[in-house]
Nanobody, 119 residues
Framework: EVQLVESGGGLVQAGGSLRLSCAAS????????IGWFRQAPGKEREGVSC????????IYANSVKGRFTFSRDNAKNTLYLQMNSLNPEDTAVYYC????????????WGQGTQVTVSS
């Protein structure tokens, strides 16, 4: 059974940092890209970052580029999203998701972790 479990969310002041984790199981970890998404209240879900399964290269949304870093530890089947210089616009529920057989069609999602940035 494929599972993705996020952790590490919380309340932080503007300018602060958080590191989110996504523990994955039930599939060959480095065969698939993994994405981080977020959804703020009243807003559509937004893609934050995606990391390749093959070479660990990552891409980022313009809104987080230079502040967020996505990494993966294949030995631990865990992914990390290091978030620095947080601002209130980063407040959202953050989800990790596994890419499917068709690239860009994410087929499994975690339950999400809340990130709240106070001003």
């Amino acid at each position: 059974e494929v599972q993705l479990v996020e952790s590490g969310g919380g309340l932080v002041q503007a300018g602060g940092s958080l590191r989110l984790s996504c523990a994955a199981s039930g599939f060959t970890f480095d065969d698939y890209a993994i994405g981080w998404f977020r959804q703020a209240p009243g807003k559509e879900r937004e893609g934050v970052s995606c990391i390749s399964g093959s070479d660990d290269s990552a891409i980022y949304a313009n809104s987080v580029k230079g502040r967020f870093t996505f990494s993966r530890d294949n030995a631990k089947n865990t992914l990390y999203l290091q978030m620095n210089s947080l601002n209130p616009e980063d407040t959202a529920v953050y989800y990790c998701a596994k890419d499917g057989v068709v690239a860009g069609m994410y087929d499994y999602w975690g339950q999400g972790t809340q990130v709240t940035v106070s001003s």
